[in-house]
């Protein structure tokens, strides 16, 4: 085996690949988030260095932008352009094949063409393109997918804001719900199923990328920080000269420009077919994970429908962190009420506490009738006890938290964000069904929405 220069030409030479120990990195545990080091191994992550250039110097990296359990993504600099670009590198166990056959890079592709081609007046939903390459390294090759630069994630916002305490603006709740409904129409009359909505793969526009190098780098939060390899040994080939923390966007802002863009289509699917299993976060599995054979495009619907609920509570609709997969069907049964009828046994049947202990003695007629149901706390104008309030005391929470802070600025359209708030709840309701056949589609949870944002659209 040989060891692979910067330029990624082979070096003839016998290397030694070591194994990830704690000591190779100093101070790593304070530069948190970032890629587990394991995960730099034959087939595993290509090891990436601030400086970096890919493509004959024409990308420079200079930040990194987030990693997950099959990549790690980096704000480059494209020299070529003058322009702030995404880098995604994706490890090298799943960058089988020629890049065409690439189940992202198709969709993005099909996605741009259906674009293209149709009369689209919104701005497009999913990140842009710009080129794709592979490179080799001491870990396999890798496919590499430059994308357009956007801003941080929903996730990462609502961390942000429940670190400092801070509630997001009404039309940033709306703008956002309705732009993840745009997208997942979109994505569904071009053919493509995502597979993987969430409020981690669901990331605000970056219009500060269009100004300075100093202003991208105060909204990512600062200049990088690092950990530098300090092992005993020589560099191993395998593993990166340094770590580098994730950028946290501390100090983004939404602004009314801001757009959003559905991210990470490495999961997608046409919507003629269906999976038999999918990825997912632990809070987010649809139900159809548990009880149908196979998962269809209407798996994005309740997805979606989770993000807008995460929008609007700034939590989970779903609080979930381990357990077994009984006891996190009856945490759904809790907010949906009573399984469908047919369900029920495959629930009694599934390992970890008994149903009728998680039912605490009731019935499951009387558990349904005694627990708050989503329908219920979301649909609760004539309802006086507090469950059922529950939406509307949040919308009067917001309006308050609005009218009394200093950063946001009332305008003409203010009060009728703050009534929209409404408007959000039978979406989420009709989205947030036990039957994938029983959701509405993306456009008609749109028509149930309503709102309009005339800051923009008009």
Not at 72 to 91: E, G, N, Y
Not at 194 to 201: K, R
Not at 212 to 222: Q, R, Y
Not at 322 to 341: M, N, Q, S, Y
Request: charged share 25%; glycine share 6%; aromatic share 10%.
């Amino acid at each position: 085996m040989g060891l692979w220069a910067q330029d990624n030409t082979l070096v003839t030479h016998p290397i030694t690949m070591v194994e990830w120990t704690e000591d190779l990195y100093p101070n790593a545990t304070n530069i948190q988030p970032h890629e587990p080091p394991e995960d730099y191994r034959q087939g595993g992550l290509h090891p990436v260095a601030l400086g970096d250039t890919f493509q004959d110097g024409r990308f420079v990296v200079r930040h990194k932008l987030g990693f997950g359990g099959q990549a790690t993504v980096w704000l480059v600099q494209d020299t070529q352009h003058s322009q702030w670009a995404s880098l995604k590198i994706k490890q090298s166990r799943i960058s089988e094949g020629p890049l065409e056959q690439d189940q992202e890079i198709q969709a993005l592709q099909a996605l741009e063409k259906y674009y293209a081609s149709s009369d689209q007046k919104a701005p497009r939903c999913f990140t842009r393109l710009l080129t794709t390459f592979r490179v080799c390294g001491p870990n396999g090759t890798h496919n590499c997918l430059v994308t357009e630069l956007v801003g941080p994630s929903v996730a990462k916002v609502l961390r942000a804001c429940s670190l400092f305490g801070e509630t997001l603006r009404p039309d940033t709740v709306l703008r956002a719900s309705k732009r993840v409904l745009q997208g997942v129409d979109f994505a569904h009359h071009a053919g493509i199923a995502h597979g993987d909505v969430s409020f981690g793969n669901v990331a605000f526009t970056c219009d500060v990328a269009l100004n300075g190098e100093e202003d991208i780098f105060v909204a990512l939060g600062g200049q990088p920080m690092t950990s530098t390899y300090n092992g005993r040994e020589t560099l191993p080939p395998n593993m990166p000269r340094m770590l580098v923390k994730t950028a946290d966007w501390d100090m983004w802002t939404d602004r009314d420009e801001e757009d959003i863009r559905l991210l990470d289509w490495g999961l997608a699917f046409p919507v003629t077919h269906a999976v038999t299993t999918l990825p997912q976060p632990i809070d987010l599995r649809s139900p159809e994970t548990f009880f149908c054979a196979s998962i269809d495009f209407r798996h994005d619907l309740w997805r979606a429908g989770c993000v807008i609920y995460v929008l609007y509570f700034q939590q989970s609709p779903f609080p979930f962190q381990h357990g077994t997969d009984r006891e996190f069907i009856g945490k759904l049964v809790e907010k949906l009420g009573a399984l469908p009828p047919q369900w029920n046994l495959m629930w009694e049947e599934m390992e970890g506490p008994s149903v009728d202990h998680q039912l605490n003695g009731r019935t499951r007629s009387a558990f349904s009738q005694s627990t708050p149901k989503l329908t219920q706390l979301l649909l609760c104008s004539g309802h006086d006890s507090e469950e059922k309030e529950a939406f509307e005391e949040r919308r009067k929470a917001i309006v308050t938290e609005c009218q009394k802070g200093d950063e946001y600025e009332a305008d003409e359209y203010s009060d009728y964000d703050f009534e929209s708030l409404q408007l959000l709840s039978p979406a989420i309701s009709a989205l947030l069904k036990w039957e994938p056949e029983r959701r509405v589609s993306a456009q008609q949870a749109l028509s149930l929405l309503g709102w309009v944002d005339y800051r923009n659209e008009t």
